[in-house]
């Protein structure tokens, strides 16, 4: 972090890769043209990636390349502009979204509730996609992401949810042209499931099962037979 942490005084954390290193493996991503991830939660570790990018090239390189953040839970309001102009993809993970009694005592109640500040992002049209790192169930973080007990101004939608996990999700690996939607000439990647997503009460939503689910026009799961 840039400052101290609220229950350690004068610790700000670490980073695991020194800036020189940062701008070592961007250098190299340039010279390959391959898309650089960077595991980041605290802001120290955004500013040095963003600082780092706009040293070593233009914002039209970046954009091509899909700079992704995995985590990315200090990309606040301040630094949205940024991100969207260097074509960051920020890849977020609902689970983190619970843990609401740390984050307060860890950065203090103002820095807390200014992170994870997802509604922001995905309003601004930075790229955004979901992971899980945490529980493999889909709905249960879609349950998280649209009640958010961290920063719950920042929820999501439902359909922001599922649009994130599917086409967001989709274009951070740069298979848009594959997958992520349900259109004629994608992969046949789709889900037939047990109750309506969409209209659910929220604490239903992980309950939701698969009845049939097919990848690639091929059916792996079917129990509506």
Known sequence: ??????????WTGRLNLPPADIEAALRRALGAADQPMFHIAGDRGVDALFSAMERLAG?????ALRVRIEHGEFLTPARIARAKRLGII???????????D????????ERAESAQSVKSLVEAGVPFALG????MNPFLNM?????HPNNPHQALTREQVVTAYTAGSAFAEF????????AAGMLADLAVLTQDIFTVPADRLPATLSALTMINGRVV???LQ
């Open 90 to 100: 920020n890849v977020q993970n609902p689970s983190h979204f619970t843990i609401r």
């Open 102 to 109: 740390e984050m307060r005592a860890r950065f203090g109640v």
């Open 143 to 147: 349950m998280f992401a649209i009640t």
């Open 132 to 135: 899980s790192d945490g529980p």
């Open 175 to 182: 298979a848009e042209n594959d997958k992520g939607r349900l």
């Open 1 to 10: 972090m840039n400052d101290a942490y609220t229950d350690r005084s004068g």
């Open 221 to 223: 799961r079917n129990t």
């Open 59 to 63: 914002p039209e390189r970046w954009q």
